[in-house]
């Protein structure tokens, strides 16, 4: 069969499909931005802000990672889990035991090597990609039995799970550090040579501002694109009615198993940068506690809401040190903080909504584009 312009329907259909080449470049390109972005907060922001903040933008850095990625099981899949300070704690202990005995083997010493991109931070960058397989892979082992169970039950298992993560730091060999001891011992011999109760030290200080907001981004943008593809949706459903859910033909469990691996993943880097920051690796640091404020910042930024998530973790990081003049006090004064917010916002600074989503933001939009209209 041909139209009237004598193209056949299979013409036609091959009209209208997308261009791999330009599908792919669209895809890649949020990526691409967020590489330059990054650059600039590392080259442009950090020295304009002075060394002082640059270790504060740091540490929000990391909680919007840590924070967001449990976001994806708590926020997106209604699910709640406790244990994801335990995640933290295995994907740091990869990327400490590969970049420390990697370093020593590599380049005879511990100290970061090399610039920008060069083989210490290549090292690094592995370590980090090493952690989160390995944090992934133990959300694939505690996510299948454990999410076929709901609400306290799940908590009380993924609570389990962190704490078990812990002990096992806490019980590992004493780590070597000398050179000569480490080369000729083989890296399987040293997978349990993480250091004990006494932690994981002398991790080389390769974190810098650069690497955290680019995973931030990264995460942000796989974070926003899962919200609004099917499979963010079939997770929506299940957080508002799991039945209801099941009803319409999603597979609940694959469902919750995947946004767990994603948020494990995530997780696994974000220990690997915290490790990598603090030089010191204690499992005492990544127990339950710090599970409890990962929580918080998503319950305070609002459950499922990316901007939420990034505004409660800036707010949660940068409020103690406001008031740490203040010292007698500013712990109280950040509970009194967190109780107002809760008394006033239940829901979360953002609820489950976006900034983009807001009805102030549409209206600043509009009046944005009346000006430019009526300046034209």
């Known amino acids: 069969m041909s139209d009237r ?9 091959g009209a209208l499909r997308p261009n791999p080449v330009v599908n792919t470049g669209l895809s890649l390109a949020p990526f691409v931005v967020a590489f330059a972005l990054a ?32 976001n994806v099981v708590n926020g997106y899949a209604g699910q ?28 005879g010493t511990w100290e970061p ?11 690094f960058l592995g370590g980090c990609m090493l952690g989160g397989l390995v944090a992934a892979v133990f959300g694939v082992v505690v996510g299948l039995p454990s999410l076929r169970l709901r609400g306290d039950y799940l908590a009380i298992v993924t609570l389990g799970f962190g704490e078990i993560a812990r002990v096992l730091g806490q019980i590992t060999a004493r780590q070597p550090k000398n050179v000569e001891q480490v080369a000729e011992r083989s890296w399987w011999d040293l997978a349990d040579n993480l250091g004990g109760a006494e932690g994981f030290s002398q991790i ?19 974070a926003y694109r899962l919200k609004y593809s099917s499979k963010g949706r079939a997770l929506l459903a299940v957080r508002e009615n799991e039945i209801a859910a099941e009803a319409m033909g999603i597979d609940t469990t694959r469902a919750k198993v995947s946004a767990f691996v994603m ?13 990598h920051r603090v030089g010191v ?25 990316i901007t ?5 973790a800036a707010i949660l990081v940068i409020l103690p040190e406001l008031f740490r003049e203040f010292s007698e006090y500013r712990m109280i004064a950040y509970a009194l903080a967190l109780v107002a917010v809760m008394l006033l916002r239940p829901q979360g600074i953002m609820g489950v909504k976006e900034l983009w989503e807001t009805s102030w933001w549409r209206k600043g939009v509009a009046r944005l584009r009346g000006g430019k209209r009526g300046g034209a």
């Open 204 to 222: 080389p200080n390769y974190t810098r501002l650069f690497f955290v907001y680019l995973f931030v981004f990264i995460l942000l943008i796989l």
């Open 80 to 107: 709640f889990s406790l244990g994801h300070a335990g995640f933290m704690l295995l994907g740091g202990y990869a990327a400490a035991w590969l970049t420390f005995y990697g370093s020593m083997k590599f380049f």
């Open 263 to 275: 948020s494990a993943f995530f997780a696994g880097i974000g220990g690997a940068l915290y490790a």
């Open 281 to 305: 690796l204690k499992p005492t640091e990544l127990g339950f506690q710090k599970s409890i404020d990962l929580v918080i910042i998503v319950v305070i930024g609002g459950m499922g809401s």
């Open 39 to 70: 650059m600039v907060v590392d080259t442009v922001v950090g020295p304009l802000v002075g060394a002082t903040w640059t270790e504060i933008l740091l540490d929000v850095g990391i909680a919007i990672l840590l924070a967001g990625s449990l």
């Open 308 to 312: 939420g998530v990034v505004l409660g």
């Open 113 to 123: 090597v090399g610039g920008f991109l060069g083989s210490g931070q290549l090292l």
């Open 5 to 13: 312009a004598g193209k056949t329907l299979s013409e036609r259909v």
